[in-house]
């Protein structure tokens, strides 16, 4: 199945600085990733996500690249803000989709940004 | 458009007593899946359905764990009996599969269990 591999565990910035999350996957054949936040107590939210045709999205302060060759992908959160404080997940399926598509999850990051 | 919605939100129950969860994914989504999300952690995939169809359950501790969805649309998700290591967060996720074949899963608020 699947290794999901999510660096650092905990990430603590100054408002207004640049935080970058580092997620590893294990099988080739995964061509969809996503990112999730998760504030205290709710739910997992869909933040952005990218499809392996392409090597970088952005939405605002939130990027994501793809590295398919070295099997990494990273999201990039720009000029944090404190509601920029969460967990953040990165997911990857073990497979390439249809009916059984699943998504295995990284550990988490706890991103603090500190006003 | 609602959301997934589950139930109930918190259950706190003793060891070796049973109980249910509720979820009805967002309306149109084929695929319901069931997560166990223990503290610190990211969510585990315990069961995933097609319509009403199980496509993976390979794991849920089968031994006290079951699932159904007998119409294709809401679900239920059952320990019995439970153990204190089942405390966590159950997620309920639902999604649609996209042209592209990728599905973009949005997850309900979760059910919290603790078990004493």
């Known amino acids: 199945g699947e290794n999901v591999e999510q660096h650092p565990s905990t990430l603590s910035v100054q408002e207004g600085d640049s935080a970058v999350i580092k997620c590893t996957y294990s099988d080739s054949a995964s061509n969809y990733f996503p990112w999730y936040k998760q504030e205290l107590g709710k739910r997992p939210q869909l933040i952005i996500d990218i499809r392996s045709n392409v090597g970088e999205k952005k939405d605002q302060r939130i990027a994501v690249t793809l590295n398919k060759t070295a099997k990494h992908f990273s999201l990039h959160i720009t000029e944090t803000q404190p509601e920029d404080s969460a967990v953040y997940f990165c997911?990857?399926?073990?497979?390439?989709?249809?009916?059984?598509?699943?998504?295995?999850f990284g550990k988490g990051t706890l991103l603090t940004v500190n006003p | 458009e609602a959301g997934v919605a589950q139930s109930p939100r918190y259950k706190i129950i003793e060891k070796r007593q049973s109980v249910a969860f509720w979820c009805n994914p967002i309306s149109g989504h084929a695929t319901l899946y069931w997560y166990q999300q223990i503290l610190g952690q990211g969510p585990k995939l315990l069961i995933q359905?097609?319509?009403?169809?199980?496509?993976?359950d390979s794991q849920l501790p089968k031994d006290r764990f079951s699932a159904e969805r007998l119409k294709g649309v809401d679900s239920t998700l059952k320990i019995q009996p439970a153990k204190l290591e089942d405390s966590a967060v159950y997620l309920c996720a639902s999604s649609l599969e996209l042209a592209d074949g990728t599905d973009t899963q949005y997850f309900g608020p979760g059910t919290r269990l603790t078990v004493l």
């Open positions: 997911a990857a399926p073990p497979r390439s989709g249809g009916s059984n598509y699943k998504l295995t």
């Open positions: 359905f097609q319509n009403n169809g199980v496509v993976d």
